[in-house]
């Protein structure tokens, strides 16, 4: 059974370009979540997707967008990058969001925004 | 709103002696409760997670916490600290019945004396 995966493990960007995260879904996983940790800080909660469609979203803004492919793959997409945006963005695969399942995490990708 | 605060962003014990982190949540709804453990450059690892049933839960790696509801706590503890066990540590909760989007305390930095 292979783990969750994220690509790239880690990324350096400058103020205003744009960039995309993937990640690789659990085997037999429907439900992507993504999130955001800071330096020094817990994870924040950016949003989930449940069979491709958004299911959950928090407090980011609509530059920080998401897709979810039918294999269950998904893609975090951020516009118009801010320095604030360098942090690890961790995505987290379940088997279903409707009912309680346990959330397993990718290693994260560490970016940076010069 | 939910959220979780932990008490202490470091906490030192030395080698052999009990380990206590603190977390008191704040939930309007019964909350499912987790402790994650995150090494350093990795991502989170669940450690143990409280949704229904006895309060107090049983872990990986020697730890356990207790749901306790007139207080709003559900502290993290391991008898004996191993070096083993140095890592970052973070409480969270989420709402039961609803999609899996989990709030994160910021974290306690466990530190383990020789």
């Known amino acids: 059974e292979t783990g969750v995966t994220q690509s790239p493990t880690h990324l350096i960007k400058t103020r205003g370009q744009q960039v995309t995260l993937r990640c690789s879904s659990q085997?037999?996983?429907?439900?992507v979540s993504w999130y955001q940790q800071a330096l020094g800080q817990g994870p924040q909660f950016i949003f989930q997707?449940?069979?491709?469609?958004?299911?959950g979203r928090g407090n980011f803004p609509p530059r920080f967008s998401g897709l979810q492919f039918p294999n269950y793959s998904s893609e975090l997409n951020v516009n118009a990058l801010e320095l604030d945006d360098s942090a690890l963005y961790l995505c987290?695969?379940?088997?279903?969001?409707?009912?309680?399942?346990?959330?397993?995490f990718g290693p994260g990708t560490r970016l940076t925004v010069l | 709103a939910q959220s979780v605060t932990q008490l202490g962003s470091h906490v030192s014990v030395s080698e052999g002696a009990l380990v206590l982190l603190r977390c008191n949540y704040s939930?309007?709804?019964?909350?499912?409760l987790f402790w994650y453990v995150q090494y350093p450059n990795q991502g989170l690892q669940l450690l143990l997670k409280?949704?229904?049933?006895?309060?107090l839960v049983k872990g990986i790696n020697g730890f356990e916490a207790e749901f306790k509801k007139s207080e709003t706590s559900f502290h993290l503890t391991k008898p004996s600290a191993h070096m083993s066990d140095a890592a970052e540590y973070f409480c969270?909760?989420?709402?039961?019945?609803?999609?899996?989007?989990?709030?994160f305390g910021k974290g306690t930095r466990l530190h383990i004396l020789p």
């Open positions: 987290a695969s379940s088997l279903d969001s409707r009912n309680y399942n346990e959330q397993f």
């Open positions: 085997s037999g996983h429907n439900t």
């Open positions: 997707y449940y069979r491709e469609e958004e299911n």
């Open positions: 939930s309007s709804v019964p909350p499912y």
């Open positions: 409280y949704t229904t049933g006895a309060t």
């Open positions: 969270a909760v989420s709402d039961k019945g609803r999609d899996d989007k989990i709030i």
